[in-house]
């Protein structure tokens, strides 16, 4: 029932124009996507860097995902592939949004059939590019109407009814659609499949099939339908066929369809920029600045308490917020950075704090403060040009350029000094004449 992925996985690689990244698989299925990959690759000669995560213990999984990113990291691979399910996308996003790799420079195809079933919120204001696929088309009425009757249900009796209907139970249903389909089939042809048949022998040589499996077999294979995952069909393997499969981006206002995918047409893109002009979206988007308290760039009025949210602070660092979102037309709020730190990443879990964790993990959209500029933070979040520099400078005078003359042997030493050498040369003098007397 579920569709193969290798074909919409290629054709999206293609379409972006990798020749580099990484493939991360989880089961044998991801196995031989990945040998499809790797022969592509031998076509088109790509990079690809493939690491297996099924087999990590779940104790020592999170520190392994980290451990994995930096090391791809090191070898420049930003652009990665996760053939997993959601489940395990969810582990390893968590672990990416930790170091800081959720930002813009990083690209993930999540390679499985439900983009929309996995919690993103957390990667949407990354920067990060984020694309996958989705099987189930909420816009189809088929769908629609039976997503409407599910959420009707009551949650205590069905558990996830509260919930549109994922990926891996949708293909449940229509498996089970399929199974009536073709019963009913058999049974419109007075096929008795009731009756107990003569069991199989497959030690036999050749192996002896069960004698209505052939009938039912036959009857699956001529099923075709519309289900909650498109178009059914099989062909003489029992392989799903003329499925259409849509391409999904993460986008700031949640996922967006950007095309399909199918046997015919491959890869067909309805929508290259849903934002063309991005000041749009911001007019109607307030923009967290976070900031923090030190004088005398952001400073709490003295009388604070009787004003509200921006209002209540003044500073260098408050009218520059002010002008430039009077400049881009935005609406804006001060937050002042809760743990009080400008942002370090700590050594051992390789967690940012401060004002730059909170850019890192999408709690503010921008920062403005005294905020130094280093090559650790320049890794995980852009900097402007900087408004003041600091630093040790050293000081000195040009020399203003004068004509030498006759007596300019002189300036190395003070007058005073030559006095005392010529005191000392006459002293000398009378000196040695007294003794030579």
Not at 14 to 24: M, V
Not at 426 to 434: A, E, K, M, R, Y
Request: proline residues 3%.
């Amino acid at each position: 029932m579920r569709p193969d992925i290798k074909g919409p996985l290629v054709s999206l690689v293609e379409y972006y124009k990798w020749d580099k990244f990484a493939y991360l698989y989880d089961s044998d299925r991801g196995l031989s996507t990945l040998q499809v990959i790797l022969d592509t690759a031998a076509e088109r000669k790509w990079i690809v860097t493939a690491i297996n995560v099924g087999n990590l213990k779940d104790e020592r999984k999170d520190e392994a995902y980290r451990s994995m990113f930096q090391d791809l990291e090191i070898r420049k691979e930003r652009r990665v592939i996760l053939d997993c399910e959601q489940d395990k996308v969810k582990d390893i996003m968590d672990q990416v949004i930790t170091i800081g790799r959720h930002v813009k420079g990083y690209h993930y195809i999540i390679a499985n059939l439900g983009f929309v079933d996995g919690d993103l919120s957390k990667i949407q204001y990354g920067g990060a590019n984020v694309s996958g696929f989705q099987i189930v088309d909420f816009e189809e009425p088929l769908v629609s109407k039976f997503d409407q009757r599910w959420e009707a249900l009551e949650e205590k009796e069905y558990p996830g009814a509260d919930s549109r209907i994922r990926y891996t139970s949708a293909l449940t249903y229509d498996a089970v659609q399929v199974m009536t389909e073709a019963f009913r089939t058999l049974t419109k042809q007075r096929i008795d499949f009731s009756r107990r048949g003569n069991n199989g022998d497959c030690l036999a040589n050749p192996a002896v099939p069960w004698s209505q499996g052939m009938e039912i077999e036959r009857a699956l294979k001529q099923v075709r339908v519309d289900g909650l995952t498109g178009n059914i069909q099989f062909d003489q393997y029992g392989k799903r066929v003329n499925y259409s499969v849509n391409v999904m981006e993460l986008k700031n206002t949640g996922p967006v369809k950007i095309g399909y995918w199918n046997e015919v047409d491959k890869m067909v893109v309805t929508k290259l920029d849903i934002f063309p002009n991005d000041t749009n979206g911001m007019e109607n988007k307030t923009v967290i600045v976070t900031t923090i308290l030190e004088a005398p760039y952001v400073m709490l009025k003295k009388n604070a308490e009787l004003f509200l949210d921006n209002d209540r602070y003044e500073g260098y660092c408050v009218d520059l917020a002010a002008e430039i979102a009077k400049h881009c037309g935005i609406r804006y709020q001060l937050r002042i950075v809760g743990d009080g730190k400008y942002g370090a990443r700590d050594a051992e879990t390789k967690i940012w704090n401060g004002m730059v964790g909170e850019l890192v993990y999408g709690k503010a959209d921008i920062a403005v403060a005294p905020l130094t500029i280093t090559l650790v933070r320049e890794e995980v979040i852009d900097f402007s040009k900087p408004f003041m520099t600091l630093g040790i400078s050293i000081l000195y005078r040009k020399p203003n350029g004068t004509n030498p003359g006759v007596f300019s042997f002189l300036n190395p030493l003070s007058p005073d000094i030559w006095m005392y050498i010529l005191l000392a040369c006459l002293g000398v003098s009378c000196v040695l004449f007294v003794i030579a007397r």
